[in-house]
């Protein structure tokens, strides 16, 4: 019995401290793909690819909620990286206004 709770702890804690992995602050807007896919939470290569391709075509990153533009990436997704996303430097404070997504006409 004390063999399977102590199983059971370990997982648990595991599970805790690998569930709740914090991204790092990023330059949105000079960052590479690789660099975005390791920085910001929820966001993968294919992800960080797209942001990079919307970010060639369109422009800077005026605001952090601009990153709800990007196809596949949605404002919950911005919400949780709000910490990290930088559009300056990367010591710049982030901002609190949210963009909402361009529509397709």
Known sequence: MRYWIAILSLLITLGLSTGA????????????????????DGIGLAKAQAIVAWRTR????????????VKGIGLHTVQRNRSNIRLTGSSSKPSTSVAKPLRKH
């Open 58 to 69: 369109h422009g800077v990153f005026k605001q952090p909620g601009d990153l709800a533009r």
């Open 21 to 40: 992995q914090a991204g790092k602050p990023v330059n949105i807007n000079r960052a590479n793909a690789a660099t975005l896919a390791t920085s910001l």
